[in-house]
Nanobody, 126 residues
Framework: VQPVESGGGMVQAGGSLRLSCAPSERTPRTFPVGWFRQTPGKEREFVAAISWSGGTTGVAESVKDRFTISRDNTDNTVHLQMSGLKPEDTAVYYC????????????????????WGQGTQVTVSS
C-alpha cells in the first residue's frame, strides 16, 4: 500500500491549501502518516505527522502556528491544512506511511517511514 497525495498547487503568499493523503488501495489498516517537504538541493525536512489513531500529532517548529494535521479514519485520509503560506513553503510535499512495527505515537524521523508517495508540488508566490 502506497500513499497518494493530492491538493497541491499554486497560491499567493498568505493563502491556504489543504493537502490530502490516502492509501493507493482500499485497506482496513490505518498507518502512522508523515508529511515531509523538499526543495532542490536541500535535504527533505519533516513537516507534520500523526499517529495511526490520530491521538497524537507533531508539527515542525517552522510551521506549527500555520499548519495543522488531522485524519479521518472513516475514509482513511490524512489532511495537512496549510494557512498563512509563505514563499519559503514552496516545495514538493511528500506523504509517507509506517507500515511495520507500528507504535502508538507519531514519527518525525523520515527513516521510520517505509512507504512514500510521489509528492505534490506546492508553490507560493510573493
Amino acid at each position: 500500500v502506497q500513499p497518494v497525495e493530492s491538493g497541491g498547487g499554486m497560491v499567493q503568499a498568505g493563502g491556504s491549501l489543504r493537502l490530502s493523503c490516502a492509501p493507493s488501495e482500499r485497506t482496513p489498516r490505518t498507518f502512522p502518516v508523515g508529511w515531509f517537504r523538499q526543495t532542490p538541493g536541500k535535504e527533505r525536512e519533516f513537516v507534520a505527522a500523526i499517529s495511526w489513531s490520530g491521538g497524537t500529532t507533531g508539527v515542525a517548529e517552522s510551521v506549527k502556528d500555520r499548519f495543522t494535521i488531522s485524519r479521518d479514519n472513516t475514509d482513511n485520509t490524512v489532511h495537512l491544512q496549510m494557512s498563512g503560506l509563505k514563499p519559503e513553503d514552496t516545495a514538493v510535499y511528500y506523504c509517507a506511511f509506517v507500515t511495520t512495527n507500528i507504535r502508538g505515537s507519531y514519527y518525525s524521523n523520515e527513516h521510520d517511514y517505509d512507504s512514500w508517495g510521489q509528492g505534490t508540488q506546492v508553490t507560493v508566490s510573493s
